[in-house]
């Protein structure tokens, strides 16, 4: 904290789980936070992005939860205002009533994922592995197969400075749209223009990074694979691809397999001519070195690991790893330099694949789960499967849910705990894309009766051990201070190039050093060397059908991400907004501005229609978030991926492998 101008100012780290984790500073004055900006340490811009005004509506929105309410029948509406101490017995008298019915903590289950990356937000999961063996949901609906992918390629999870753009001669950003989802990278991306790079969009939809682009390739939703063997064949063809048997193995083999493959299924995938093929192949020879961003959507595919895999192949074999301006930047795991010890990791905790919870929760039954707890996510609005998952809600004895304001999941609890903002706790953040770790310090004291993660884990194991001793191991006295103490290690403090983590006060540091990884052909695999893929036999791309003749694309929006929506919710429409193509929407029927329905195996959602001339006729488009009721993953059936397991212990999700028809309402 430091003063400037008559205001408080401190230091904050942006949680909302995208690209930038924007480095910020609040001001205050009066007790009252007036303004935020971007922090320009580090290399960050003072503009925050267009979700400025949601993230400080999250502290004032008159809707903000500020006090501990149990609803007196589940879903009623009925709220009741109660005290902690009720909240936290009530909640602790059931945990001891179920670990003594059951002879076991496994019908506690944790549901938590990425509304709160910090260190100290890990206290729920500390608090719930101190009971025992429990259960607990793994994996992730994001990225995890293309975590599997790098893994898998180079033996570790690292990225490129984002700086290192600069030094590129040709920028694809693959699946990606930085100009709403990482918008601090933009000025890199014009800088690097300026120096004469050129810059490639290859996605389904004409994004606004495409609009800013030199070229756009519109591809066939799915047809990322396709489009990488089809590069990898091209330049094959041209004996433009290279290799050295000490520092790669696998190349000999999928350049056979890739030289057997025939090229006209793979351009109907892609629904690319031939000639666009040529064209991207000519880009990749003539401008060097090259910079491929890969987005998570591209994975979001049944072979999505595969497509990263090509990727990261179609770089190393084009000599564009390892070097300064190259490599494929997708997602980097440094914060695995702390040990996570406010964890209390164990080895017997149950899982359930995040991404298909309705079937794990179908699935045990010895024990079953009877008390859930969510924090940091909204899985009846986020998950796939929703159907199965709002039948099985009334066999849960007790749902607590953790958050700032009434949500789709909150609002079918029994118990609401209102938690803190950023701006009001102190913890530490890192990234998984940017390489920085940053300090988070309160601005303003908790409001109303809010409380941290961690206080309320103190709570939960003080009243536990009280109502019967040992029932906790979780170390509710430590403050927050020394938890932090216990994650900056001296081994943590030297990767960070610090002493200790108050020297964070001071400004962000950085967890990678390197301006880009795999410098010198050295890789983190056992041997040392790129692994290559192996191609399947059965090359699978998911395809629209005759009876549900539309791709769902469900993309993030510009003003928030997925449900944080605190500013403008009462502007959004009711029911979902979707795109469809003039032609597709006319031949069906449909109206522009008028209701329809959307509709697949899975059951039906109500929407409105926008014709919208730029989309493919074979694509419907909706943007997460945009509407007040949702439910588009009502569709989702939660087709799994081809890789997850690695690196999450979970496939991932298929979210773009919707299919799905319409009808005029």
Same mark, same amino acid.
């Given at each position: 904290?430091?003063?400037?101008?008559?205001?408080?100012?401190?230091?904050?780290?942006?949680?909302?789980?995208?690209?930038?984790?924007?480095?910020?500073?609040?001001?205050?004055?009066?007790?009252?936070?007036?303004?935020?900006?971007?922090?320009?340490?580090?290399?960050?811009?003072?503009?925050?992005?267009?979700?400025?005004?949601?993230?400080?509506?999250?502290?004032?929105?008159?809707?903000?939860?500020?006090?501990?309410?149990?609803?007196?029948?589940?879903?009623?509406?009925?709220?009741?205002?109660?005290?902690?101490?009720?909240?936290?017995?009530?909640?602790?008298?059931?945990?001891?009533?179920?670990?003594?019915?059951?002879?076991?903590?496994?019908?506690?289950?944790?549901?938590?994922?990425?509304?709160?990356?910090?260190?100290?937000?890990?206290?729920?999961?500390?608090?719930?592995?101190?009971?025992?063996?429990?259960?607990?949901?793994?994996?992730?609906?994001?990225?995890?197969?293309?975590?599997?992918?790098?893994?898998?390629?180079?033996?570790?999870?690292?990225?490129?400075?984002?700086?290192?753009?600069?030094?590129?001669?040709?920028?694809?950003?693959?699946?990606?749209?930085?100009?709403?989802?990482?918008?601090?990278?933009?000025?890199?991306?014009?800088?690097?223009?300026?120096?004469?790079?050129?810059?490639?969009?290859?996605?389904?939809?004409?994004?606004?990074?495409?609009?800013?682009?030199?070229?756009?390739?519109?591809?066939?939703?799915?047809?990322?694979?396709?489009?990488?063997?089809?590069?990898?064949?091209?330049?094959?063809?041209?004996?433009?691809?290279?290799?050295?048997?000490?520092?790669?193995?696998?190349?000999?083999?999928?350049?056979?397999?890739?030289?057997?493959?025939?090229?006209?299924?793979?351009?109907?995938?892609?629904?690319?001519?031939?000639?666009?093929?040529?064209?991207?192949?000519?880009?990749?020879?003539?401008?060097?070195?090259?910079?491929?961003?890969?987005?998570?959507?591209?994975?979001?595919?049944?072979?999505?690991?595969?497509?990263?895999?090509?990727?990261?192949?179609?770089?190393?074999?084009?000599?564009?790893?390892?070097?300064?301006?190259?490599?494929?930047?997708?997602?980097?795991?440094?914060?695995?330099?702390?040990?996570?010890?406010?964890?209390?990791?164990?080895?017997?905790?149950?899982?359930?694949?995040?991404?298909?919870?309705?079937?794990?929760?179908?699935?045990?039954?010895?024990?079953?789960?009877?008390?859930?707890?969510?924090?940091?996510?909204?899985?009846?609005?986020?998950?796939?499967?929703?159907?199965?998952?709002?039948?099985?809600?009334?066999?849960?004895?007790?749902?607590?849910?953790?958050?700032?304001?009434?949500?789709?999941?909150?609002?079918?609890?029994?118990?609401?705990?209102?938690?803190?903002?950023?701006?009001?706790?102190?913890?530490?953040?890192?990234?998984?894309?940017?390489?920085?770790?940053?300090?988070?310090?309160?601005?303003?004291?908790?409001?109303?009766?809010?409380?941290?993660?961690?206080?309320?884990?103190?709570?939960?194991?003080?009243?536990?051990?009280?109502?019967?001793?040992?029932?906790?191991?979780?170390?509710? =006295?430590?403050?927050?201070? $020394?938890?932090?103490?216990?994650?900056?290690? %001296?081994? &943590?403090? !030297? @990767? *960070? +190039?610090?002493?200790?983590?108050?020297?964070?006060?001071?400004?962000?540091?950085?967890?990678?050093?390197?301006?880009?990884?795999?410098?010198?052909?050295?890789?983190?695999?056992?041997?040392?060397?790129?692994?290559?893929?192996?191609?399947?036999?059965?090359?699978?791309?998911?395809?629209?059908?005759?009876?549900?003749?539309?791709?769902?694309?469900?993309?993030?929006?510009?003003?928030?991400?997925?449900?944080?929506?605190?500013?403008? =919710?009462?502007?959004?429409? $009711?029911?979902?907004?979707?795109?469809?193509? %003039?032609? &597709?929407? !006319? @031949? *069906? +029927?449909?109206?522009?501005?008028?209701?329809?329905?959307?509709?697949?195996?899975?059951?039906?959602?109500?929407?409105?229609?926008?014709?919208?001339?730029?989309?493919?006729?074979?694509?419907?488009?909706?943007?997460?978030?945009?509407?007040?009721?949702?439910?588009?993953?009502?569709?989702?059936?939660?087709?799994?991926?081809?890789?997850?397991?690695?690196?999450?212990?979970?496939?991932?999700?298929?979210?773009?492998?919707?299919?799905?028809?319409?009808?005029?309402?």
């Amino acid at each position: 904290m430091f003063l400037q101008d008559n205001y408080q100012v401190t230091r904050h780290i942006c949680p909302r789980n995208c690209y930038d984790s924007c480095p910020m500073l609040a001001f205050t004055r009066g007790g009252k936070i007036e303004y935020i900006k971007g922090d320009k340490q580090d290399g960050a811009s003072e503009r925050l992005c267009s979700k400025q005004a949601e993230i400080l509506a999250s502290v004032y929105h008159p809707q903000r939860l500020l006090y501990p309410q149990r609803q007196i029948v589940r879903g009623s509406g009925n709220w009741q205002r109660i005290s902690w101490d009720e909240a936290i017995d009530t909640i602790a008298r059931k945990i001891l009533e179920l670990k003594e019915r059951y002879h076991s903590a496994l019908p506690l289950c944790l549901n938590k994922y990425s509304g709160n990356f910090s260190l100290l937000h890990y206290a729920i999961e500390g608090m719930f592995n101190s009971l025992g063996p429990t259960t607990q949901t793994t994996g992730t609906p994001c990225f995890s197969s293309g975590l599997d992918a790098q893994k898998l390629d180079f033996g570790a999870n690292e990225t490129a400075d984002i700086r290192q753009l600069l030094e590129a001669k040709l920028i694809i950003l693959w699946g990606i749209n930085p100009a709403w989802t990482s918008v601090h990278s933009m000025p890199f991306i014009y800088a690097a223009k300026e120096r004469g790079a050129k810059v490639v969009v290859i996605d389904p939809v004409y994004t606004e990074t495409a609009r800013k682009a030199d070229y756009f390739i519109e591809l066939r939703p799915g047809g990322d694979a396709a489009l990488a063997l089809l590069l990898l064949k091209k330049l094959a063809a041209y004996n433009k691809l290279s290799y050295n048997e000490d520092n790669i193995t696998g190349a000999k083999e999928l350049l056979a397999a890739i030289a057997k493959t025939p090229a006209r299924p793979l351009l109907k995938a892609t629904g690319q001519p031939a000639a666009v093929i040529d064209f991207l192949a000519e880009l990749i020879l003539q401008n060097h070195p090259m910079h491929i961003w890969c987005g998570y959507g591209l994975q979001r595919h049944i072979q999505g690991g595969l497509t990263i895999r090509l990727i990261d192949a179609l770089s190393m074999l084009t000599g564009n790893i390892g070097i300064p301006g190259g490599g494929v930047n997708f997602a980097d795991t440094g914060m695995d330099i702390f040990p996570y010890r406010i964890m209390q990791k164990r080895s017997d905790t149950r899982f359930i694949n995040i991404n298909n919870f309705a079937q794990g929760l179908h699935n045990l039954n010895a024990p079953p789960v009877k008390l859930l707890w969510i924090a940091c996510r909204n899985p009846l609005r986020q998950d796939a499967g929703l159907t199965e998952l709002k039948e099985l809600w009334p066999q849960l004895e007790l749902v607590v849910a953790a958050d700032k304001i009434m949500t789709h999941s909150t609002q079918m609890a029994d118990i609401v705990l209102p938690v803190t903002t950023e701006f009001e706790e102190l913890d530490v953040y890192g990234a998984y894309f940017r390489h920085r770790i940053s300090i988070n310090e309160p601005a303003i004291p908790p409001r109303g009766e809010t409380k941290s993660d961690l206080e309320i884990a103190r709570l939960l194991t003080r009243r536990l051990n009280e109502l019967a001793p040992g029932t906790s191991t979780f170390p509710a =006295q430590l403050t927050d201070e $020394e938890f932090l103490d216990a994650e900056f290690t %001296p081994e &943590a403090c !030297q @990767a *960070l +190039h610090i002493k200790k983590w108050q020297d964070l006060y001071n400004g962000p540091v950085r967890f990678r050093y390197q301006p880009f990884p795999w410098a010198g052909g050295k890789f983190a695999t056992e041997d040392g060397k790129f692994h290559c893929c192996s191609l399947p036999d059965n090359f699978s791309q998911l395809l629209p059908s005759e009876e549900y003749p539309f791709h769902f694309l469900t993309p993030h929006s510009q003003e928030h991400i997925n449900g944080q929506s605190y500013t403008q =919710q009462h502007k959004l429409p $009711e029911y979902p907004l979707v795109y469809i193509h %003039p032609a &597709a929407g !006319q @031949a *069906l +029927h449909l109206q522009d501005k008028h209701p329809a329905i959307v509709w697949n195996e899975q059951g039906e959602v109500p929407v409105s229609v926008q014709f919208r001339e730029d989309l493919s006729p074979d694509i419907i488009l909706s943007i997460q978030g945009a509407s007040q009721k949702g439910g588009l993953n009502l569709l989702n059936a939660g087709v799994p991926t081809d890789l997850g397991l690695l690196t999450t212990a979970a496939s991932g999700l298929a979210f773009y492998d919707v299919f799905v028809n319409i009808r005029p309402k």
